[in-house]
């Protein structure tokens, strides 16, 4: 049927009894009528098992069927076709990366461990790259001493920041990161993971970490740095050339009034309050201050607040996924897309 009416969409549950759910997708995807098409899988399976199964075969949706599917689906369906006819969309994010032109540079950035702020970071990193697949996007982990981007995506490959920064400045150009960045299917960047262990971080060659930042910028449209609470004269730099900073705090006093005292020492070093994002991340923890008394403390407006997740929000990470691919009915779903939408639309702005 669906070669026959040509679909608009195919929703299917991959508990099919006649045929293996991978060998439906395969048959769907390898077929020039079905090739494009949109496909979603139903399913009563919340395995991780089942969900990589059908992910890998090439479903672009994986649900579980439960009392929020329904607004689940809704949703999915509103972004799917919403990304064919653009003119619906009153905001959208440049597709591909003009020629000549360096890429965003966005910096995640914390007073005080504990925030979430890798977390964060992977996450609406996937964000803006399911928003617009055509575009190059490359997550670089810059965390020391111990890196934690690539415990997050579950990629800890031969390639990281302490190989790339021993190798001559011409060897790591724009095709060697395409060739060798890895790729985590399930979060579709690519991540230049951290330093392993402490030892490797000793090796660090500091002086090559701007340049490897700039062959990044030239070669991917989105350039996304985690630096965590590591403020140093190596990462104070790309802070300032930076075309957004997301401030990520915790809703602790303690943490709140560091976060205070980076910003107000950003404020020293010519930071444009307009490129900060500020972030509240109740996602770590449900008690303490509220938005608006951070707000006070800080002296910045917090644009995003994360809600509370319980165990939700560590579970995804042990589990290498996305959170919006592991709860997409939770209410953090829908704020990490708003928000990848919005600090992209903010960083082009300010570029002018």
Request: aromatic share 6%; proline share 5%.
């Amino acid at each position: 049927m669906a070669w026959r009416d040509h679909p608009d969409l195919i929703l299917f549950d991959p508990a099919l009894r006649d045929i293996p759910d991978q060998e439906f997708i395969s048959k769907l995807r390898n077929d020039p009528r079905t090739g494009q098409t949109p496909l979603v899988a139903l399913s009563t399976d919340s395995s991780l098992a089942r969900r990589e199964t059908c992910l890998n075969a090439g479903v672009n949706e994986y649900l579980v069927k439960s009392a929020g599917a329904l607004l689940a689906l809704e949703e999915t369906f509103t972004r799917m076709f919403a990304a064919e006819h653009p003119t619906d969309i009153p905001v959208q994010i440049e597709e591909t990366k003009e020629e000549g032109k360096n890429g965003l540079l966005i910096v995640f950035l914390s007073a005080k461990g504990g925030t979430g702020t890798s977390s964060l970071c992977a996450n609406l990193a996937m964000n803006i790259q399911q928003g617009q697949p055509e575009a190059r996007v490359v997550v670089a982990d810059l965390v020391l001493p111990i890196g934690s981007i690539g415990q997050i995506v579950g990629e800890q490959g031969k390639v990281n920041l302490v190989t790339v920064s021993d190798l001559p400045a011409g060897q790591t150009n724009s095709d060697y990161f395409y060739q060798n960045l890895p790729k985590p299917k399930i979060w579709q960047f690519q991540v230049l993971a951290g330093s392993p262990d402490p030892q490797q971080a000793n090796n660090i060659k500091g002086e090559r970490i701007g340049q490897i930042v700039d062959t990044l910028c030239s070669a991917y449209d989105f350039v996304i740095l985690d630096i965590g609470r590591a403020l140093s004269r190596i990462s104070l730099p790309l802070i300032q050339k930076a075309d957004m900073i997301l401030l990520v705090a915790s809703t602790d006093q303690s943490t709140v009034q560091l976060t205070k005292t980076v910003w107000d020492y950003l404020r020293t070093q010519g930071i444009d309050s307009r490129k900060i994002c500020a972030i509240l991340n109740r996602a770590v923890g449900l008690d303490g201050l509220t938005k608006t008394q951070a707000e006070e403390i800080i002296g910045l407006p917090i644009k995003t607040t994360m809600p509370y997740m319980g165990s939700n929000f560590a579970l995804a990470n042990n589990l290498n996924q996305p959170i919006t691919l592991k709860y997409p009915t939770d209410t953090a779903s829908i704020i990490l897309k708003e928000t990848a939408t919005d600090m992209v639309k903010l960083a082009q702005r300010l570029r002018g």
